[in-house]
């Protein structure tokens, strides 16, 4: 009888957890490209442009002034993540990710992955 019961309750919770997990929304979906394959916008407000592909139609997608560059888990302003991306030594070789609302298609973050030659000149390297 006790292990009905803890088969029961089991069930029952998988149950209720399965189906609060295919309740929550998606809220953001994500991009990611070949750093060489990335337009980032010249201010705040403006567009980042991605080329998925050779072939591929590009991606123009909105960014503004609460889009968040980060490398490295490190927040950056615009025009130093600017810089980054085009010292990058290995563009072809770094993959970038960009992060869109779901509803209004604006790019919430941009990130890029640490990067061994850049760590120094951005205060990664240890």
Known sequence: MTVRRLLITATSLMISSAAALAAVPVAEEAYEVRADAVTL????????ILRLCESCEPITLRVDGDTGYFYARS????????????????????????????????????????????????????
């Not at 010249?42 to 980042?48: D, L, M, N, R, V």
């Open 41 to 48: 916008p010249a201010s705040e407000f403006g567009s980042i």
């Open 75 to 126: 927040a950056l302003p615009l025009p130093e993540f600017r810089k980054l991306m085009q010292d990058l030594p290995r563009a072809h070789d770094t993959a970038v990710t960009v992060l869109v609302r779901r509803g209004d298609r604006r790019v919430t973050r941009v990130l890029v992955p640490n990067s061994s030659a850049h760590s120094r000149d951005y205060g990664q390297g240890r």
